[in-house]
């Protein structure tokens, strides 16, 4: 069955230091999307970056860093001198095709990183 | 357990009319968001209501509003339909821990 895993429930660094921010999935299909969401505490969700299953190529932006991984079927995002403006709930999710046209969307059930200043 | 309830699930419409989209989020949640996805596409972030006020806003046209009402439930309204505006959206149900998405609204503009 598909499933998103992010084993971390909460994680408190020091601002400045770097942090990765782990999520492991489990799915049947080829074709698949992965996110990163983030949640700030004013509510909504903000995308950071969607990977297609064919595109293994990290990728960075800016402090923002992610690593694909289809061997271990890991999609792990790294903040690279945190700032306190990082604090926030962050998701992975997993996209599927259910039927053509029909996407089935699982999340994680997140990650609360805590930059202390 | 109800989840994201969004209705109607299917409708056709031509060019130039306007459709209404409701989304009844998980009860005590109070953020709503709305994704459109094309066909053979990703979903695309529309916008979000937190606490009925809009907290974020993503690539929705100028043709399209939405609002949050004092239940929650949210209304994605679109005047001037376009063949491109075809397409199935979602409204999503979030709280801090799980995000549900309803099962979506498939809007066929002919």
């Known amino acids: 069955a598909q499933k998103v895993t992010q084993a971390q429930t909460e994680i408190s660094v020091v601002e400045k230091e770097d942090v990765t921010l782990d999520c492991v999935y489990e799915t049947r299909d080829t074709t698949y999307y992965l996110f990163w969401y983030k949640q700030p505490p004013s509510g909504e969700l903000v995308f950071l970056i969607r990977?297609?299953?064919?595109?293994?190529q990290n990728e960075i932006s800016g402090r923002y860093s992610w690593n694909f991984q289809k061997s271990t079927s890991s999609f792990n995002f790294t903040i690279t001198a945190s700032q306190v403006v990082d604090s926030a709930v962050y998701f992975c999710a997993l996209s599927e095709s259910i039927t053509s046209g029909t996407y089935k969307y699982i999340f994680g059930t997140g990650t609360r990183l805590k930059v202390l200043a | 357990a109800a989840g994201v309830i969004q209705s109607p699930r299917h409708l056709i419409k031509e060019k130039r009319e306007t459709a209404t989209l409701k989304c009844y989020p998980i009860?005590?949640?109070?953020?709503v968001y709305w994704y459109q996805q094309g066909p053979g596409q990703d979903p695309q972030f529309l916008i979000s209501f937190y606490e009925k006020m809009q907290s974020d806003k993503g690539s929705i046209p100028d043709r399209f509003s939405a609002q949050q009402f004092s239940d929650y439930h949210s209304e994605l309204n679109m005047s001037s339909l376009e063949l491109g505006d075809s397409a199935l959206y979602f409204c999503a149900s979030f709280s801090p821990n799980e995000a549900f998405f309803g099962q979506g609204t498939r809007l066929t503009v002919v």
């Open positions: 009860p005590r949640h109070d953020t």
């Open positions: 990977r297609n299953s064919f595109d293994e």
